[in-house]
């Protein structure tokens, strides 16, 4: 049986750790050669190195993603290595969680850069290489926050929301030319950024306990979940899926 990304280039950005790191595993499993972008070199090279030593094609690309230039160049590599990119995972992004009137302008401005402008330069650079081929799965992380508001994340929440039209936009303009373009939307995944964020929500007053989160969506994401998620929109077996959101929260969202 063929794997689902055999033949196919993906990037995932913020690909060292977490969800991403995930991701780079399941999608090198499922066939693909993986161009792994993030800050963390390190992280990245040791990711690259065991997935070749697997047997995988793979190569890191240290990048802040948030700066042009280092997108460029890391679009660059993956292409130089492989060829060209059918997939992007646009992973990569961070919170703020702090009461709304405690936040500043660097803050948003911050967020809003690492967040949304980070997908607006990878899928710019990303996206001629695409049309190239006729074909592209884009796939965009946005979160439950985008639809769920929660205390002390008022800037997080608004990128999440930039995040899902974004994808909408992309999937409509470029539907007649051959690229999908989906958001994967997770609720609160057991990660270091994840874990980070129940502890600071309980820190400021939120109820980010076990029972609550056992009342919200049964228990905390594994990455692997997310993961396997944004593979389905990434693949043929989603064809037809196309400027949608897909929410991985165990309901969270539906109550």
């Excluded at 595993?25 to 050669?33: D, K, S, T």
């Amino acid at each position: 049986m063929m794997r689902r990304l055999e033949g196919r280039v993906a990037l995932i950005s913020g690909g060292a750790g977490g969800v991403g790191a995930a991701a780079s595993r399941l999608f090198a499993a499922e066939g693909a050669r993986v161009v792994i972008v993030d800050r963390q070199a390190e992280a990245g090279e040791a990711l690259a190195g065991e997935l070749r030593a697997a047997g995988a094609e793979a190569v890191f690309a240290q990048a802040d993603v948030s700066v042009a230039a280092e997108v460029q160049a890391a679009v660059r590599a993956g292409v130089d290595a492989f060829g060209t990119l059918d997939v992007l995972f646009n992973h990569a992004g961070t919170i703020v969680i702090k009461p709304f009137l405690d936040t500043t302008e660097e803050d948003w401005d911050g967020l809003m850069t690492v967040n949304v402008k980070s997908m607006f330069l990878m899928t710019r650079a990303v996206l001629p290489h695409m049309l190239r081929a006729g074909r592209g799965a884009i796939v965009c992380t946005s979160s439950i926050s985008a639809v769920a508001a929660t205390p002390m994340e008022v800037l997080y929440d608004t990128t999440k929301g930039a995040v899902h039209q974004f994808a909408r936009a992309i999937a409509v303009e470029f539907r007649d030319r051959g690229i999908r373009c989906n958001a994967v939307c997770p609720g609160f995944i057991r990660t270091p950024h994840g874990l980070r964020e129940v502890r600071e929500l309980a820190a400021l007053g939120v109820d980010t306990s076990e029972a609550a989160i056992a009342a919200q969506q049964g228990r905390l994401a594994e990455p692997d979940e997310i993961a396997r998620a944004a593979l389905f929109l990434a693949s043929d077996e989603a064809s037809f899926v196309n400027g949608a959101q897909l929410f991985v929260d165990n309901a969270f969202t539906a109550v």
